[in-house]
């Protein structure tokens, strides 16, 4: 049985007051709180055992090594990797998405080559595709959604030409919720000979996830939005691409061997991870994993499945909000409108004086806003300690500002 209120237990900002009122916390889509586990491992790392990792032969750099490099064990075990050596450690997605343009595709891609993308895409995973445009003549192909905010991969798939060279694809829209069939368009793609890029940023926060069965050749996910500090994240990286990669960023431990006349790389993961690393980050990062792990990826998926459908529900019955995107099986993200001139900012300021938290603007996917026709939404996106009563709090808000802009 899965005990929300226990599981709000565990995170103290929930306790607190926004406004005079009980914060309701539905921003989770940009970055979620951290439970009272990961706040403590990381305040134990810093004052008990914080050290250099890898290059130190005492006691706390041998404590701080091994906790950083168990981490990596959780990585490969949270997404089904075949090995630890396909985990490289990141700053969040962003940045692992930077490193497959600049290691992967930059080396190997010649004028008129094309990168197939959804109009979905989070500025991650468009910008860093935009720089092999703007700097070696790549292309980028655009698939669209459907009416309802679907993504039928043989759109994806159809747009795989003879120049193609990769698909960037997200895993699930930080928008829409809309979940995208990555397994079959990876099948498609390695039929022939296209490598696929999948932004797991929001998808691996709310479903389990098998980069192995998903066949895919690069996952990125963040770990600030799975419970865990900032600047932390990983890539996966397929073994046999990660040796067609060149290192990333230059300096200690991504090197073997270093002389005034040539240098020599480590093999991978250290290859693509160079200087002093996020070691705090990436220990409460491991720490996050467990919780949600002990918790039961399936029973979260359940729960928040559960609060999709109550607030699918509740906000048909507001025929003034307009909502965008309700593809069947999406995550627990909504994005909507107000009838009238209320501005996505209006909607987000008129419902935070009643103590709950959503997000406003173009959510970083300028993209999709475009083929929506909007310039901005509202987003309420719902997390692992949400509850039914807090979509009711959402529901009595949103009504408070449309009578107040009616």
Known sequence: MYD?????????????EVHGRP???LDNGASAQKPRAVIQAITEAYAMDYANVHRGLHYLSSVATEKYEAVRGKVQ???????????????????????????????RFEPGDE?????MEHHANVVPWHFLRERQGAVLKWVETEPDGSLDPQRVIDAI???TRLVAITHMSNVLGTVVDVKAICAAARERGVAVLADGSQAAVHMAVDVADLGCDFYAITGHKLYGPTASGALYIRGDRAAEMRPFLGGGDMIREVTREAVSYADAPLKFEAGTPGIVQTI??????DYMTALGLDNIAA???????????????LNWLQIQGDAPGKGAIFSFTIEGPAHAHDISTVVDRKGVAVRAGHHCAQPLMAHLGLTATCRA????????????VLVEALETCHDLFS
Do not use: C, K
């Open 303 to 317: 729960h928040e499945g559960a609060l999709r459908d109550y607030a699918r529900a509740r906000f048909a019955g």
């Open 23 to 25: 914060l309701v916390y």
């Open 77 to 107: 075990r949270f997404l089904g990797a075949a090995r630890e050596e396909e985990i490289v450690f990141t700053t969040g997605s962003t940045m692992g998405i930077n490193m497959v343009s600049y290691a992967w595709a930059a080396p």
């Open 4 to 16: 929300v209120e226990a599981v709000r237990r565990d995170f103290p900002i929930l306790g607190r």
């Open 381 to 392: 996106s719902f997390g692992l300690y949400n509850t039914q009563g807090e979509v009711d």
């Open 284 to 289: 409460g990062l491991g720490v996050a994993l």
């Open 161 to 163: 030409g003879p120049r």
């Open 115 to 119: 990168i197939v993308l959804s109009v």
